[in-house]
């Protein structure tokens, strides 16, 4: 059977697909050669670094970037800073959001119309960094790690995916475990979250990378250094490591400076390359089904 569509085969669509998978072969290696190279240069010695602009593999492996970023003890503050804004935003963003998404999707809800309309209004007009700033504040969230998740605790984009993802699951479903006697509450917990667990996982992902680079809520809304994520942190090593201090008095750095900055690259995006392959079976499906339905 193989061996006769093989022969069907003609050679315009080998020849589309040999052009094919070269072009995605092309694609792939402009992707991951730069990553390469940034995992390359942090483990180069400084001599090799500074003789050469692109490594691929480094002749001599030198720890001495990431010696120098992780020899200060606030590192690891701020990483189990990050760890802990990672964890507990994506709890609290996926109850919110499937709650809500879960909602929206049930068409017998009074208003989901005009609720639909809101969340999708605010995909494309916000109030702004100072009405955002100004509302955190009066709510006594500044220099609270609260401040860095509430704000966002639901994403729009993230709660259309799940809306449609609930949505496209059969009513019959509901009617019967309501036949049954099950509650609203438990028909979400028992029968829909199970079923909704690629878009889960999906969901999940995005929020996570999101508060795992908390950068710029963090530089608004955190005061005390001591509370700072670990994005800030890196950029302040960079800073250091650039031969300058925040106050621009100059500092010696073993190092060089383009070690540490990808020495930085590597430690704030490994963690999230790591978790990735745990839902990666999850990714595709969720995504798809979640945005083909409206």
Same mark, same amino acid.
């Given at each position: 059977?193989?061996?006769?569509? !093989?022969?069907?085969?003609?050679?315009?669509?080998?020849?589309?697909?040999?052009?094919?998978?070269?072009?995605?072969?092309?694609?792939?290696?402009?992707?991951?050669?730069?990553?390469?190279?940034?995992?390359?240069?942090? @483990?180069?010695?400084? $001599?090799?670094?500074?003789?050469?602009?692109?490594?691929?593999?480094? =002749? =001599?492996?030198?720890?001495?970037?990431?010696?120098?970023?992780?020899?200060?003890?606030?590192?690891?503050?701020?990483?189990?800073?990050? /760890?802990?804004?990672?964890g507990v935003g994506t709890f609290v963003s996926m109850v919110l959001t499937s709650l809500m998404a879960y *909602?929206?999707?049930?068409?017998?809800?009074? *208003?989901?119309?005009? /609720?639909? @309309?809101?969340?999708?209004?605010?995909?494309? @007009?916000? *109030?702004?960094?100072?009405?955002?700033?100004?509302?955190?504040?009066?709510?006594?969230?500044? %220099?609270?790690?609260?401040?860095?998740?509430?704000?966002?605790?639901?994403?729009?984009?993230?709660?259309?995916?799940?809306?449609?993802?609930? $949505?496209?699951?059969? %009513?019959?479903?509901?009617?019967?475990?309501?036949? %049954?006697?099950?509650?609203?509450?438990?028909?979400?917990?028992?029968?829909?979250? &199970?079923?909704?667990?690629?878009?889960?996982?999906?969901?999940?992902?995005?929020?996570?990378?999101?508060?795992?680079?908390?950068?710029?809520?963090?530089?608004?809304?955190?005061?005390?250094? =001591?509370?700072?994520?670990?994005?800030?942190?890196? !950029?302040?090593?960079?800073?250091?490591?650039?031969?300058?201090?925040? +106050?621009?008095?100059?500092? +010696?750095?073993? &190092?060089?400076?383009?070690?540490?900055?990808?020495?930085?690259?590597?430690?704030? =995006?490994?963690?999230?390359?790591?978790?990735?392959? @745990?839902? $990666?079976?999850?990714?595709?499906?969720?995504?798809?089904?979640?945005?083909?339905?409206?």
């Open positions: 059977m193989n061996g006769t569509i !093989r022969k069907n085969v003609s050679k315009g669509e080998r020849l589309f697909s040999f052009i094919n998978g070269t072009i995605l072969v092309i694609i792939a290696l402009i992707c991951f050669l730069p990553f390469v190279n940034v995992i390359a240069s942090s @483990f180069a010695s400084t $001599q090799e670094v500074v003789a050469k602009k692109f490594i691929l593999f480094p =002749t =001599t492996f030198s720890f001495d970037a990431y010696k120098y970023i992780l020899s200060t003890p606030t590192i690891f503050k701020g990483l189990a800073v990050s /760890i802990g804004i990672t *909602g929206l999707s049930r068409r017998y809800l009074w *208003g989901r119309n005009y /609720i639909n @309309f809101i969340v999708v209004f605010s995909m494309l @007009f916000s *109030g702004g960094m100072i009405p955002t700033f100004l509302v955190v504040k009066a709510f006594g969230l500044i %220099d609270s790690y609260w401040s860095l998740i509430l704000p966002v605790a639901i994403n729009a984009f993230n709660l259309i995916i799940m809306r449609n993802f609930f $949505q496209a699951l059969p %009513d019959s479903l509901e009617e019967s475990a309501k036949m %049954d006697g099950c509650s609203h509450f438990g028909i979400f917990l028992k029968i829909m979250l &199970p079923l909704a667990l690629p878009s889960i996982a999906t969901i999940s992902l995005f929020y996570a990378v999101t508060y795992w680079n908390t950068y710029m809520t963090a530089i608004l809304y955190i005061n005390d250094s =001591t509370k700072w994520p670990l994005q800030i942190l890196l !950029r302040q090593i960079v800073i250091v490591s650039s031969g300058m201090q925040a +106050d621009g008095s100059s500092v +010696d750095v073993v &190092p060089p400076a383009q070690s540490i900055k990808m020495a930085v690259i590597v430690i704030a =995006t490994v963690p999230m390359l790591i978790a990735y392959p @745990f839902v $990666q079976r999850y990714f595709v499906k969720g995504a798809l089904i979640g945005s083909v339905k409206g």
